[in-house]
């Protein structure tokens, strides 16, 4: 209610602009023989948006019970019908990453947004993680249209993939504008390549707003995945009537400028639905009502879905296969894989060092994925490679006292700066308590291996992965290169995980304390 009262109170002066404009056509209308507006075009033209973003399966998500496009399709339809000016969002990250897109690289969402007749998508930080020729293919084949003013060549200056820049749909003579906008740090988190770059928003709505202006859209959308920072800065910059959003996996309704923002949970669990009312006489918006629907197994599929089951079925059926059961929820969220202890964390870091009888393991917390809480009861094939989908191979290495200590004091370098740190050492063999308001390079308080404090100029044996290695993921030149067991003897990370929970049948793991931090997670200095 506070937020239509804003709105409706910001939009105050341009109605009676508008009011003004339309005693002048009262007027004028007779004159140049156009019939004076009749009761019935008083009422607004209502134009529905749907949206969700981070949608990473079509299949449903938590056991069956939220999310699924098929579901969706049977909402969009009967939406439809009682509303039918009706467009369909997709606020970014569908293309990685996913159990699926190993296979196909994230041509099975595209086939099914072609079915759920999505109108328009922006980019995602992670639709750019197979590189850019990749994510030309996936364009190529949608059948909706990918919109991200900010993202271009390099070497054209024009928008990536010639995207539109914007579009303008018009609805019972009213007209909208949309834009999309993608995060900068796509750059350094993704793989766009050396010819992309991605332009600050704000300067790139000032760019594109006056065009959609000029083909005589008043009411503007952005389509954005972004964070809910940036979505603000850019809703108060810009002065857009809208944004729909994504990025944080988060349900999110806030107000900046005089636009609402809104941001669904992650995998399709609502459907957001805002409905724009646009003033026909001066095509200025009235109001916005808006709504999170729930996606539940109350709702059938549309059975229009049933031709991805026959293309992707045998895949799916593969993965749907039960592995092992947890007794315990088990805490995959990324926010906490990459700040601290969680049950799931540990295990994992057991298992690869179990898998190749190190002393000590350490694992970054970025390569812990599925970002979810499974919750107690069979965990799948699909479910538990969610958790380690970037294939990794487990190396053993033999390292002294002195480099675990410098690697962890690398690994809680950011812990402070960044929300989350994809270098944050998840460990196993060891213990480690750590404070972050203490100076980078020493805030380590204090390491035990097997239950005794750390020998500086002792060998100790240390599993982990050839991302962390060979390939200088996150930074950990450290250490070294004194191998035992090599990148290419080494076995797969996510087979491991697969093999420890099928060996163990139930798995309950507890939080044991190896990782004590002294400060909270959570950054007071960060701002909204
Ligand atoms: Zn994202």
Redesign the pocket.
């Known amino acids: 209610m506070e937020k239509s009262r804003a709105i409706q109170k910001l939009r105050g002066h341009r109605y009676l602009i508008g009011s003004v404009l339309i005693s002048l056509l009262f007027v004028i209308a007779p004159v140049v023989g156009r019939r004076p507006a009749q009761a019935k075009d008083e009422c607004p033209v209502r134009v529905t948006l749907l949206d969700v973003n ?1 949608v990473y399966q079509f299949t449903p998500i938590d056991g069956g019970t939220r999310g699924g496009l098929a579901r969706i399709l049977t909402l969009r339809k009967q939406i439809m019908k009682e509303s039918p000016n009706t467009l369909y969002l997709l606020a ?2 569908t293309i990685s990453p996913s159990v699926e897109s190993n296979t196909y690289k994230g041509k099975q969402m595209i086939d099914a947004w072609n079915l759920s007749g999505l109108d328009y998508a922006t980019f ?3 639709e750019f993680d197979f590189g850019p020729d990749v994510l030309k293919s996936r364009i190529a084949e949608s059948n909706f249209k990918w919109l991200a003013a900010n993202v271009v060549d390099k070497r054209t200056g024009k928008t990536f993939a010639d995207t539109p820049e914007f579009v303008v749909r018009e609805f019972d003579g009213v007209k909208i504008g949309f834009f999309g906008i993608v ?1 900068q740090e796509t750059l350094l988190t993704s793989r766009p390549g050396p010819n992309v770059d991605i332009l600050d928003p704000c300067a790139t709505a000032e760019r594109v707003i006056p065009k959609i202006h000029a083909v005589g859209a008043k009411v503007i959308i952005a389509l954005t ?1 972004e964070t809910i920072a940036e979505d603000k800065q850019l809703a108060r910059c810009s002065g857009v009537d809208a944004i729909i959003g ?4 988060t349900l999110l309704q806030s107000v900046a400028g005089h636009a609402p923002i809104v941001k669904m949970d992650a995998d399709a669990r609502e459907l957001g639905r805002v409905d724009l009312h646009i003033s026909k006489r001066t095509g200025e918006l009235e109001s916005i009502d808006m709504q999170v629907i729930p996606v539940t197994q109350q709702i059938a599929d549309d059975p229009a879905f049933i031709v991805l089951d026959r293309k992707y079925g045998e895949l799916m059926r593969t993965l749907a296969v039960p592995v092992g059961r947890t007794a315990v929820e088990l805490d995959v969220r990324s926010a906490n894989v990459r700040t601290k202890e969680t049950n799931m964390a540990d295990f994992i870091a057991d298992a690869l060092r179990h898998a190749v009888g190190a002393e000590v393991a350490l694992v970054n917390g970025g390569s812990i994925r599925a970002d979810n809480v499974f919750q107690p009861s069979m965990l799948t094939k699909r479910e538990v490679l969610s958790m380690l989908p970037f294939n990794s191979r487990i190396v053993k290495l033999q390292v002294t006292g002195a480099t675990i200590k410098a690697a962890l004091e690398h690994g809680v370098a950011t812990a402070a700066e960044e929300v989350q740190p994809g270098r944050f050492p998840q460990v196993s063999g060891m213990t480690y308590s750590f404070d972050a308001r203490r100076k980078p390079g020493d805030r380590v308080l204090s390491i035990n291996v097997n239950g005794k404090p750390l020998d500086f100029s002792q060998t100790y044996t240390l599993a982990t992965t050839n991302y962390l290695t060979v390939e200088h993921g996150d930074g950990y030149d450290m250490l070294g290169t004194n191998y035992l067991l090599r990148p290419e003897q080494g076995p797969v990370d996510s087979e491991v995980l697969l093999k420890a929970i099928a060996a163990a049948q139930v798995i309950a793991p507890k939080i044991d304390s190896r990782i004590k931090r002294i400060d909270t997670a959570a950054s007071p200095e960060r701002c909204n």
């Open positions: 981070d970014g990250d995602g930080n992670h995060v995945h994504g990025h944080e996996h």
